[in-house]
């Protein structure tokens, strides 16, 4: 069935460090693709989204390009904030599925220190 | 700014009892959908409401596990009896997505806008 697998954590950068955290997925067709951000005590927030191949989502200076050669959707920003520190969620919605069927990785920790 | 509202954001109960979550989705969404997130894993999908109605409950445990939403409003999670295994954070999700196929969808209609969820803990 369809996964998403994104690198373990906790990740920790110094303030205006670049970050990037590694996405791959397996899926049929061709799925949406997502990232979310988890900051301390709040709900998932849709950080960005790319719905079909070569998109580029971009939201608060993260980036994160649909490569399907690849089947990856790495994120990254070239110089974090300590306000950047939440934990990541990549996520893919099957081709075709539902739009709450979406299927999450195992989230990603990131700590910026000052 | 708009938000879903969960109550209650932190629960402990004893194995075999009964619990129960509720959420109220941003006004005017018509889908709802309830998420369980382990400790160290991404959400899973329980349930998903169009309306007042069921569109996928296929991971939800129905031998213990039901969901309600009588009136396409707010909606109720009761998990009856508690498990150790249950333990998770309950998150409650809404979008705007209207029934596919239906005229006028709104561009981002399909975001889903989370909770803070309601952490359980079961001894």
């Known amino acids: 069935g369809d996964s998403v697998t994104q690198m373990e954590g906790p990740v920790t950068l110094s303030e205006e460090a670049f970050l990037t955290i590694n996405c791959t997925y397996t899926a049929t067709g061709y799925p949406s693709l997502f990232w979310y951000v988890q900051y301390p005590g709040e709900g998932l927030q849709l950080l960005l989204k790319a719905t079909k191949a070569d998109d580029k989502g971009s939201n608060k200076g993260f980036e994160a390009t649909y490569r399907k050669e690849t089947t990856s959707f790495h994120l990254e920003k070239g110089s974090v904030q300590v306000s950047d520190s939440a934990v990541y969620f990549c996520?893919?919605?099957?081709?075709?599925?539902?739009?709450?069927?979406?299927?999450f990785g195992k989230g990603t920790k990131l700590s910026v220190k000052p | 700014e708009a938000e879903v509202a969960q109550s209650p954001r932190y629960k402990i109960t004893e194995k075999s009892q009964a619990v129960a979550f509720w959420c109220d989705p941003i006004s005017g969404h018509a889908t709802l959908y309830w998420y369980r997130q382990i400790l160290g894993q991404g959400p899973e999908l329980l349930v998903q409401f169009q309306d007042e109605s069921v569109v996928d409950d296929s991971q939800l445990p129905k031998d213990r596990f039901s969901a309600e939403r009588l009136k396409g409003v707010d909606s109720t999670l009761k998990i009856q009896p508690a498990e150790l295994g249950d333990s998770a954070m309950y998150l409650c999700?809404?979008?705007?997505?209207?029934?596919?196929?239906?005229?006028?969808?709104?561009?981002?209609?399909?975001?889903?806008?989370f909770g803070a969820g309601s952490r359980l803990t079961v001894l």
């Open positions: 996520a893919l919605k099957p081709y075709g599925g539902s739009q709450g069927n979406l299927i």
């Open positions: 999700a809404s979008s705007l997505a209207p029934k596919s196929g239906s005229p006028g969808t709104i561009a981002g209609a399909n975001v889903l806008t």
